[in-house]
């Protein structure tokens, strides 16, 4: 399963993250190959919702292609969010206390990619993983996740 969905290509991860109310309830959207995750993440800001979206996706291709897999793989996060793709990118500095951890945990997970480039697209093009985000905060209670999986932020 893993090796058909790694095998030798750069993975094209989608990612979005978006809050309602700002801060308020929040969910991210996750889009590997033909895998699609959405879930709840609490209530939050968009721009850590985004940040958790990518945690989600980096967490999640270590479980599917296996840590020494990982080592392996090429990644290209694609993602709507410009303050964190040039915040990653190191155009930006991260200012704002909330992200600065997440900051430091996506670098670590990087660390286990052969590589890892985040991207900001058009919103347009971002299309399905901000449907999923929109799924999940439109689900009246509980998580929802691909076949009922673990989150790997808690219930909320």
Avoid: C
């Avoid at 990518?54 to 080592?71: E, V």
């Avoid at 890892?116 to 901000?130: G, H, L, M, T, W």
């Amino acid at each position: 399963m893993a090796n058909k969905l790694f095998q030798g290509e750069k993975m094209i991860v989608y990612t979005d993250g978006g809050s309602r109310g700002n801060p308020g309830p929040s969910a991210i959207g996750v889009v590997i190959g033909t895998r699609k995750y959405n879930e709840k993440i609490g209530d939050t800001t968009n721009n850590v919702a985004e940040y958790k979206a990518a945690l989600f996706a980096l967490k999640k291709l270590i479980l599917l292609s296996g840590k020494k897999g990982a080592q392996e793989l090429e990644v290209e996060i694609r993602t709507d969010s410009e303050l964190m793709a040039k915040q990653i990118n190191g155009k930006y500095k991260v200012k704002d206390s909330e992200l600065q951890p997440l900051f430091m945990e996506i670098w670590n997970l990087k660390q286990d990619f052969k590589n890892v480039s985040f991207v900001q697209i058009p919103r347009e093009q971002n299309k399905e993983a901000d449907k999923l985000v929109n799924e999940a905060l439109d689900i009246k209670g509980g998580n929802h996740h691909e076949s009922g999986q673990a989150s790997f932020f808690g219930k909320h």
